[in-house]
């Protein structure tokens, strides 16, 4: 959320000792989170790293799964629910150049978290 400081803590519990094998979630399974998204810098790059990982899988285990890129987007090409956005021909412009740079990819971790990482969303920060 713009604006909004974030600390993400990722732990690993040793004490006491828990079940040793991680119960996977489907990714729209109620039970925690199941979805994390982070934006990055280099997107290819965090693509090689999460693939060279032995306790990581992408969701998608073909050797043509690759990092994605959303296709170049039109303001006609999309909806905002709010009338006073919709109506913003500038507005809608932007978003349509900021969809059109967006990149992404998902995996899983060891946990059966889905990860999603972005690059290209100009409009929510550094």
Known sequence: MPG???TLEIME?????????????????VSGARHVALKVVNIEEAFAHI????????????PDYRVYQISQTKPDDFYYFDPGKEADAAGKAA??????EVKYF???DRYGL?????????????
Do not use: C, M
Request: glycine share 10%; hydrophobic share 35%.
């Open 13 to 29: 519990y040793h004490n006491p000792v828990g079940r040793k094998e991680p119960i996977r979630f489907a990714a729209n399974d």
């Open 4 to 6: 909004a400081g974030l």
């Open 95 to 100: 978003g349509a150049r900021i969809l059109s």
């Open 106 to 108: 998902y995996f899983i």
């Open 51 to 62: 693939q060279a990982q032995p306790d990581t899988t992408l969701i998608n285990e073909t």
């Open 114 to 126: 889905q990860w999603e990482f972005e690059q290209g969303h100009t409009d929510i920060g550094s």
